[in-house]
Every structure is written in C-alpha cells, then in structure tokens.
C-alpha cells in the first residue's frame, strides 16, 4: 500500500507542477512528466505471477492516456496545458485502478 502510494502522490505532484504553467505563456517544461510516470515504474517493478498480465494491459491504458493528453501541452503550435492537464486530473482514476487492479 505504501509504494501505490507513493506512485499516486508522485502523478499528484507532476501534476501539479505543469499546473503551474496552465495560465502562463509559452511552452510548459518537460521535466514535471518524470513525475507522472512513477505509477507505471512501479507497477512494472512491483507486479509479478497472474498480476503481471493485468498491470501491463493497465499500464498501456496509462501510458496511452497520458501521451494523449500531453500531447496537447507539448506537441501542438499553440499548447493547450489547461486542457492536458484536465485529462490528466481525469487519469487519476486510472493511477488508482492500476493500484487496485494488480
């Protein structure tokens, strides 16, 4: 229970940390991201026997929701961090599943 923990507090934190260029000008930095992808470090790390199956079917879901919405904060002309970072508020829920789930 700790290390799920951790993972999710880490995503609240990268979160949180490209939040604060919701409202600013220019491109949002790239470093914050590290932070979002503890979940899936520890799901690979942590998961073994019958659960390993589950937790990388759950981690692709992961990882392809957060690419997703990060695309709309890194990789458009104008960014659109407020809208990426929406998505990514939204992907806790799939952070608690990968918790959960494995």
């Given amino acids: 229970m700790l ?3 951790l ?3 880490s995503y609240v934190l990268g979160l949180s940390l490209l939040a604060r260029k919701e409202n600013g000008r220019g491109p949002a930095p790239y470093w ?3 932070f ?3 979940p899936l470090l520890l799901a690979g790390l942590s998961d ?3 659960a390993r199956q589950t937790g990388c079917v ?3 879901v992961l990882a392809v929701w957060m690419l997703w919405a990060l695309r709309h904060a890194f990789w458009r002309a104008e960014p659109m961090v407020g809208y990426a970072v929406a998505r990514l ?3 806790i829920t799939l952070v608690d599943l990968l918790a959960v789930g494995t």
């Fill in 89 to 91: 508020l939204a992907g």
């Fill in 58 to 60: 759950l981690s692709l």
């Fill in 48 to 50: 073994d026997g019958a």
């Fill in 7 to 9: 993972a999710l507090g």
């Fill in 3 to 5: 290390w799920c923990g």
């Fill in 36 to 38: 979002l992808t503890a």
């Fill in 32 to 34: 914050p991201s590290m």
